[in-house]
T-cell receptor, first 111, second 113 residues
């Protein structure tokens, strides 16, 4: 019940395209859903986060879509750039006490 | 720079040994989380401390222990090390224990030989 599933495992997108990463969770008590971006040799960095009372949140080129009934949420990266090439992790937490991470998606944006 | 400092950056040690990883949270953050990241397991939550007290426990082995000191820095102790303990160990901190942003340090890469 604590698991967060993430797909795809890897993604290749052309520059300017849209990158879409999907996550699904089981525990309906989760109440905070962040996305992290990690570059090689670095720690994960918070990209954007959403709470379940909101269906969509947009920050610049990054958008989270949240579907509470389906227990799914996704990250959309518009106008993808080579600098966006990184590993992306979705996560879910309960009262901020235990961040459960998805397995990650390795994104490559081709120039 | 997230403001979370982890030392050392790299650590190579032999099986059976004990090591201590250190984390200094961002100024003002009371909550500290420890994670293990390995190639086949992804990011695994180990343990969380809030203002010196253990708040949540994940898949932390009995050979591992942690503590948070009065100045809010935290240490993760790994003992009787095995080859399989080789991984990146991340510390993250947040202001409180509720749903607030967690900021990650650069990690400590542990290699057990």
């Amino acid at each position: 019940q604590q698991q967060v599933k993430q797909s795809p495992q890897s993604l290749i997108v052309q520059k300017g395209g849209i990158s879409i990463i999907n996550c699904a969770y089981e525990n309906t008590a989760f109440d905070y859903f962040p996305w992290y971006q990690q570059f090689p040799g670095k720690g994960p960095a918070l990209l954007i986060a959403i709470r379940p009372d909101v269906s969509e949140k947009k920050e610049g080129r990054f958008t989270i879509s949240f579907n509470k009934s389906a227990k799914q949420f996704s990250l959309h990266i518009m106008d993808s750039q080579p600098g966006d090439s990184a590993t992306y992790f979705c996560a879910a937490s309960l009262y901020g006490q235990n961040f459960v991470f998805g397995p990650g998606t390795r994104l490559s944006v081709l120039p | 720079d997230s403001g979370v400092t982890q030392t050392p950056k790299h650590l190579i040690t032999a099986t059976g040994q004990r090591v201590t990883l250190r984390c200094s949270p961002r100024s003002g953050d009371l909550s500290v989380y420890w994670y293990q990241q390995s190639l086949d397991q992804g990011l695994q939550f180990l343990i969380q401390y809030y203002n010196g007290e253990e708040r949540a426990k994940g898949n932390i082995l009995e050979r591992f222990s942690a503590q948070q000191f009065p100045d809010l820095h935290s240490e993760l102790n790994l003992s009787s090390l095995e080859l399989g303990d080789s991984a990146l160990y991340f510390c993250a901190s947040s202001v409180a224990t509720g749903n607030t942003e967690a900021f990650f340090g650069q990690g400590t890469r542990l290699t057990v030989v």
